[in-house]
């Protein structure tokens, strides 16, 4: 059996590979935007759909040149979030 620590590991990396295509469509272009870093914390229920998506922390790698686009990095950050729902948790 795994422990809670390795479950949550597991669902993270099964939500993150669900994820990235609509991220990848969803990145925001512009001036140094690949600096950018976010985290976010995702409540699901047991059948994969999204509760909730909420910034955690602090979005990271600001700088001058990407202040134009840091708000919607963040917005299509959760919009991604929401495009793979439901999650596929079922070996989980």
Same mark, same amino acid.
């Not at 949550?8 to 990396?13: D, I």
């Not at 990407?66 to 917005?75: D, H, M």
């Given at each position: 059996? +795994? &422990?809670?620590?390795? @479950?949550?590991?597991?669902? +993270?990396?099964?939500v993150?590979?669900?994820i990235?295509?609509f991220?990848?469509?969803?990145?925001?272009?512009g001036?140094?935007v690949?600096l950018? =870093?976010?985290t976010l914390e995702i =409540?699901? =229920? &047991?059948?994969g759909?999204?509760?909730?998506?909420?910034?955690?922390?602090e979005l990271s790698?600001?700088? /001058?040149s990407?202040?134009?686009?840091? +708000? =919607?990095?963040?917005?299509q950050?959760k919009? &991604?979030v929401?495009q793979?729902?439901?999650? /596929? @948790?079922? /070996?989980q």
């Open positions: 059996a +795994q &422990s809670a620590a390795e @479950l949550r590991r597991s669902v +993270q990396l099964a993150d590979r669900e990235r295509p991220w990848q469509r969803n990145l925001p272009s001036l140094e690949e950018l =870093r976010l =409540r699901l =229920r &047991s059948d759909t999204v509760v909730e998506v909420q910034q955690f922390g790698g600001k700088t /001058d990407n202040a134009p686009q840091q +708000q =919607r990095f963040v917005e950050a919009k &991604s929401l793979a729902a439901p999650f /596929d @948790l079922t /070996d």
